[in-house]
């Protein structure tokens, strides 16, 4: 999600499109009735996001002109509507389990970290190292107390939930991603992945999240998705890592007129992908109930069709307004506080 508010003087046509790539491939780790490549969907997208959210908050606080306060009070604010949406979304559908509140949290971590730490690369790849290592052992800890009775402790039962032991998304795995993507953005910045050695960077680092998953599976602890291990942690950094340098290669190849005319609407989507993102829970929820009889949303049909509403409804409100509307709620409060009238 674009919970950052990098839409400064220039926006980064190579973040748009990784997060509305990202978006289109949740929905198909949401929806697709078929394994084989597709599944690599559910190893990639709720990193990708975890990434991106980095990388966007990086962006943002370089833009802030020193303003720590405004800044961190900003992005609490967004870190708790995306949680508070996530909630009500999770409880309108149950097919899938929601990756919002667990951004949120994550938002709300990484903004004072990021004004500590600020643009020092190996200072973050350290942090993510550390958190590789650590956060499997903190799901384990953690998931030790809910069984013995956390879970009946409200709500410090589902902070400890999200944060660290979740069957799906925990803070701590999503810290050490996000903290990678932002050691990574100096070097995109830099213009790192343009031209063939950006190619080659990005097929490097695709390969390398092979190894850490084929290692990964053959040894005790496992590496399947979402499953937490240092080795699914790994080769998820280096996955949604060469993600988004192939977006920033191929932006660079082929220009930024060309990546609008043929995949402007992916751009778009990437612009409003919080928005994009509740279309599709909501549209899924509505499929379920009216035409699926509450069976199971694995069908090609809504795979492709939801896809087509997220896209085309980013593709027409952006042709109208300049912000999507749940994007416009997010930067809210840091334009208010920093003195300017919301768009």
């Not at 991603?177 to 080659?200: D, E, H, M, S, W």
């Not at 005790?220 to 942690?233: C, L, V």
Request: aromatic share 10%; glycine share 12%.
């Amino acid at each position: 999600m674009n919970v950052a508010d990098t839409a400064g003087s220039a926006r980064l046509m190579w973040l748009d499109l990784a997060r509305g790539l990202a978006v289109v491939s949740m929905v198909i780790a949401h929806t697709s009735p078929w394994g084989g490549v597709l599944n690599g969907t559910e190893y990639l997208t709720a990193p990708w996001f975890a990434l991106l959210i980095g990388i966007s908050l990086l962006l943002a606080w370089e833009k802030a002109d020193g303003r720590a306060g405004v800044f961190i009070v900003s992005n609490v604010y967004r870190g708790l509507v995306l949680v508070l949406v996530g909630e009500w979304l999770q409880r309108v559908y149950w097919q899938i389990d929601i990756v919002l509140q667990t951004l949120g949290l994550l938002t709300i971590v990484l903004a004072p970290l990021v004004v500590l730490v600020g643009r020092r690369p190996w200072v973050w790849a350290a942090i993510a190292a550390v958190m590789v290592v650590v956060s499997p052992l903190l799901m384990g800890i953690a998931r030790e107390w809910l069984a013995s009775g956390g879970y009946g402790m409200g709500w410090l039962g589902r902070a400890v939930d999200l944060g660290f032991a979740g069957p799906h998304y925990r803070v701590t795995t999503f810290l050490a991603i996000a903290a990678a993507g932002i050691a990574a953005t100096p070097a995109l910045l830099a213009g790192r992945a343009i031209g063939r050695r950006g190619f080659v960077v990005a097929a490097g680092l695709l390969g390398g999240a092979a190894v850490a998953y084929v290692g990964g599976k053959l040894s005790p602890i496992g590496a399947d998705a979402y499953s937490g291990t240092s080795a699914e942690i790994v080769g998820a950094i280096l996955l949604s890592l060469s993600a988004t340098w192939f977006c920033a290669w191929l932006v660079g190849a082929l220009g930024e007129a060309r990546v609008r005319a043929w995949v402007g609407a992916v751009v778009d989507t990437g612009r409003m992908a919080f928005t994009a993102y509740t279309v599709q829970v909501l549209a899924l929820a509505v499929i379920v109930r009216l035409f699926l009889g509450g069976g199971r949303d694995d069908h090609w049909a809504v795979m492709l069709g939801v896809i087509a509403l997220c896209v085309g409804v980013s593709w027409a409100w952006l042709r109208v307004f300049r912000v999507g509307p749940l994007e416009w709620v997010l930067r809210l409060p840091g334009r208010v506080l920093a003195g300017r009238a919301p768009e």
